[in-house]
Antibody
């Protein structure tokens, strides 16, 4: 059973960097698929942030590309998200997910973690 | 950028009734790029349908997807209590994008 679990601070100060990690169990990241991040707000709904392949190749949402970094640590079976220079607009529930080739769908999701940007 | 529009925003139905949810793309897309998800309060979205019409593992056959081009439909043939939730469509164009959701609520 593939399981994903997000972890990281629930509160980030404006202008600082948001950092989250997704730990995968029941499946080795090295075995393929695309591993990514999606966030959700009441105002904007679901928004794809970006994904990474086990080789380290990354794919980013063009609207966020300048502020985000996704990395993978296959030895720990984890991947991570960093969003720099955050504002209140980055307040959201952040999900990690495993996606099919081509990002056509995401079959496995973490439970989500709320990150609030506030001073 | 392709925009997905879901309708209606809210669907009020009774258990046992049929639900028909629409997802319209602003331009023609490949049906292989269209997926549907169910989201219950406090939970992550859960994959229902991919490739416009293929049910994900474990999804009962009362859920069906159809459509092509710009118009796609998710049909729930007979609503069960656990089906009252929010449903999203997702499209892959240059990057994944989601519709704004349809809430199926108990009438």
């Amino acid at each position: 059973q593939v399981q994903l679990q997000e972890s990281g601070p629930g509160l980030v100060r404006p202008s600082e960097t948001l950092s989250l990690t997704c730990t995968v169990s029941g499946f080795s990241i090295n075995n393929g698929y695309y591993w990514g991040w999606i966030r959700q707000t009441p105002e904007k709904g679901l928004e794809w942030i970006g994904s990474i392949y086990p080789t380290g190749t990354t794919y980013y949402n063009p609207s966020l590309k300048s502020r985000i970094t996704i990395s993978v640590d296959t030895s720990q079976n984890q991947f991570s998200l960093r969003v720099k220079s955050v504002t209140a607009a980055d307040t959201a529930v952040y999900y990690c997910a495993r996606s099919s080739a081509g990002f056509y769908y995401s079959e496995y999701w973490g439970q989500g973690t709320l990150v609030t940007v506030s001073s | 950028e392709i925009v997905l529009t879901q309708s209606p925003g809210t669907l009020s139905l009774s258990p046992g009734e049929r639900a028909t949810l629409s997802c319209r793309a602003s331009q023609s897309v490949s049906s292989s790029h269209l997926a549907w998800y169910q989201q219950k309060p406090g939970q992550a979205p859960s994959l229902l349908i991919y490739g416009a019409s293929t049910r994900a593992t474990g999804i009962p056959d009362r859920f069906s997807g159809s459509g092509s081009g710009t118009d796609f439909t998710l049909t729930i043939s007979r609503l069960e209590p656990g089906d009252f939730a929010v449903y999203f469509c997702q499209l892959y164009d240059s990057s994944p994008t989601f519709g704004q959701g349809t809430k199926v609520e108990i009438k």
